[in-house]
Each structure stands twice: as structure tokens, then as C-alpha cells.
């Protein structure tokens, strides 16, 4: 009885049906829109944060570089035991 009354036209079942898709259709719109936030968001951050990875690490080799440069008049000493220490480097000409 039920069918039969669905399977008409003008039923009100189908209007109730109708109403009921609509809704569905308006909130998976909506959740679709607040996912597609949240994850445009996170993209965001993570190129915020590659973006200040990459500054520090040219930073890092900029330091690098210069502690490099800096190290032309340092003498290697290497530690025998004790109080007893060698040192390299200090008697060649420069």
C-alpha cells in the first residue's frame, strides 16, 4: 500500500523525498566548502613553514661559510694525557 502510494505523482512522500535530497545535497556542499578551508589552510602553513626552513638553512650556510674563512690563523693542538699538550701549525710562515 505503501508503494502504491509513493508511486504516485503528486505523492507526498516524494515531495518529503525531495526536500530531504535537497538538504543533503546543501549539507555535503557545505561540509565539502569547510574541508576545502581547512585544507587550503594547512597547505598555507606548510609553505610558511618551508619557506622559514629554507631561510634558516641559508643562514646556516652563510655561517658556515664565514666560520670557514675566519679559521686561517687557528693552530691544531691535540690533547697526549695529563697536562701534556702538542701543537701544529705554529711555526710555518704565513
Known amino acids: 500500500m505503501v508503494k502504491e502510494f509513493a ?5 507526498a ?9 535537497l538538504l543533503a545535497t546543501i549539507a555535503a556542499a557545505v561540509v565539502g566548502a ?4 581547512v585544507f587550503a589552510a594547512t ?11 629554507l631561510g634558516f638553512a641559508g643562514l646556516a ?3 658556515r ?10 693552530i691544531e693542538a691535540r690533547h697526549l694525557g695529563g697536562h701534556h699538550w702538542v701543537a701544529y701549525g705554529w711555526n710555518e710562515p704565513r
Open 34 to 37: 569547510v574541508l576545502a578551508v
Open 61 to 63: 650556510l652563510r655561517a
Open 13 to 21: 512522500l516524494r515531495s518529503l523525498a525531495l526536500v530531504g535530497g
Open 65 to 74: 661559510r664565514t666560520a670557514r674563512a675566519r679559521t686561517e690563523g687557528v
Open 7 to 11: 508511486a504516485r505523482h503528486g505523492s
Open 43 to 53: 597547505v598555507a602553513v606548510i609553505a610558511l613553514m618551508a619557506s622559514a626552513l
